[in-house]
T-cell receptor, first 114, second 113 residues
Framework: AQSVAQPEDQVNVAEGNPLTVKCTYS??????LFWYVQYPNRGLQFLLK??????LVKGSYGFEAEFNKSQTSFHLKKPSALVSDSALYFC????????????FGAGTRLFVKA | NAGVTQTPKFRILKIGQSMTLQCAQD?????MYWYRQDPGMGLKLIYY???????DKGEVPNGYNVSRSTTEDFPLRLELAAPSQTSVYFC????????????FGQGTRLTVV
């Protein structure tokens, strides 16, 4: 079955430290990969995506993600966390067969402590 | 540019009541989606539309209906509300499928009592 796993329910980091939010996937073919962020009482906002090309993708607010095809992972990273980065982060996968179906992970709550 | 607008933001329904969640987008996107978000479960696709007049079921369509008479609007109808429909509902749109990202509304928090 096709799935997206975010193995950590919550990630805690101190402000100024690097952060990583993990995502692995199990789908057939070569999917498109996305990260979204959700702030309290808000909808999801797009952060970045991997379509093809360079495995390191840069996105909004200083976030980046590394695509690893052999490990089927797409981990979200940031070199220096801010308290304002505290939010719920979703990894999402869409098949590249020209369709629309997107599979979302369960989400990881990031807490950045001052 | 408003993006994706959902109304209402909050609603409490009694079991067996019906209601329509409204969704409108002003980006001229062809694709529109309705998701529900349950705690710890990520987002599940309820219905989707690839253009005006075209709709189809997603992963969890039971108890819901949709229509798409215009490009801009994609209302979600709940018939005979049940406690299992207590959730946060998100409408989203994208220009197309493939590698394009989705734009989400702010959500509707629905409680069925």
């Amino acid at each position: 079955a096709q799935s997206v796993a975010q193995p950590e329910d919550q990630v805690n980091v101190a402000e100024g430290n690097p952060l990583t939010v993990k995502c692995t996937y199990s789908v057939s073919g070569n999917p498109y990969l996305f990260w979204y962020v959700q702030y309290p009482n808000r909808g999801l906002q797009f952060l970045l995506k991997y379509i093809t090309g360079d495995n390191l993708v840069k996105g909004s607010y200083g976030f980046e993600a590394e695509f690893n095809k052999s490990q089927t992972s797409f981990h979200l990273k940031k070199p220096s966390a801010l308290v304002s980065d505290s939010a719920l982060y979703f990894c999402a996968v869409r098949l590249n067969t020209g369709g629309f179906k997107t599979i979302f992970g369960a989400g990881t709550r990031l807490f950045v402590k001052a | 540019n408003a993006g994706v607008t959902q109304t209402p933001k909050f609603r409490i329904l009694k079991i067996g009541q019906s209601m329509t969640l409204q969704c409108a987008q002003d980006m001229n996107h062809n694709y529109m989606y309705w998701y529900r978000q349950d705690p710890g479960m990520g987002l599940k696709l309820i219905y989707y539309s690839v253009g005006a007049g075209i709709t189809d079921k997603g992963e969890v369509p039971n108890g819901y209906n949709v229509s798409r008479s215009t490009t801009e609007d994609f209302p979600l109808r709940l018939e005979l509300a049940a406690p299992s429909q207590t959730s946060v509902y998100f409408c989203a749109s994208s220009p197309q499928g493939g590698g394009t990202e989705a734009f989400f509304g702010q959500g509707t928090r629905l409680t069925v009592v």
